[in-house]
């Protein structure tokens, strides 16, 4: 995926998907087991949220290839004197 509406539209569709698996009820494991009925759907919400990181990496990838990212800043927007220690003497 070269442009970043794509990256961001596969990681909206793997929102819903998983959503839509967490409340639908048809899981790989039941939910009625204790304690492991959740795993399928917690496994699941780690995988859409390891994808979301990785997508918004490749975003930043591609627009900073493009320039679009933001500006980066080389000097700071404030120039300072440094002080010399006598002069605070001095005072």
Sequence with gaps: MG???GWIL???MAWVVQLLYTLLPFDLIPDILPLIGGLDDLFGWLVVLAF???A???VWYVLERRGA???RVDEPA?????ID???LVRM
Excluded: R
């Design 56 to 58: 918004a990496v490749q």
């Design 52 to 54: 979301t990181g990785y």
């Design 10 to 12: 596969a990681v909206l």
């Design 3 to 5: 442009k970043p509406t």
């Design 85 to 87: 220690t006598v002069d």
């Design 69 to 71: 990212a933001l500006p």
């Design 78 to 82: 404030l120039q300072y004197e440094p």
